[in-house]
């Protein structure tokens, strides 16, 4: 098995026309899916307020792309001021088809997920 240490995504998710879930976000958005046959090892997630005002953030990791529920959320709710970053630090292990899924209530917030695929 080959580690790759890599930017696993990078995302502005903006402001869509997503149906809101939880309340008050209006973005969601899938940051990353391990692919087949892999299994990763996120060390960080980093979400970046790159504008100005406050916005919260929600991070859900969704094992196997299983439907959202609030048993996944690592942030809910998170605020963020302007030009103000949160970095969240851990070594959360993901398999074949869990997804990391990021959303925001401002269209100037970006996240990046940084980590190890194993193939």
């Known amino acids: 098995m080959a580690d790759t240490f890599k930017v696993l995504g ?5 402001v869509a026309s997503v149906s809101p879930t939880p ?8 940051i990353y899916t391990v692919p087949d046959g892999a299994q990763t090892t996120v060390s960080s997630i980093v ?9 919260a953030y929600y991070i859900a990791i969704r094992p196997n792309a ?9 942030a ?4 963020l001021s302007s030009a103000q970053n949160a970095i969240i630090v851990a070594g959360i292990t993901l398999n074949d088809g ?15 997920v940084f980590g190890v695929e194993t193939v």
Request: aromatic share 6%.
């Open 10 to 14: 990078q995302l502005q998710p903006g």
């Open 23 to 30: 309340e008050g976000a209006t973005t969601e958005s899938i």
């Open 47 to 55: 979400a970046c307020h790159a504008g100005s005002g406050s916005h």
């Open 66 to 74: 299983a439907p959202r529920e609030l048993k996944h959320y690592i």
């Open 76 to 79: 809910y709710g998170k605020a």
């Open 98 to 112: 869990d997804v990391i899924e990021v959303q925001t209530d401002g269209p100037d917030v970006v996240f990046s």
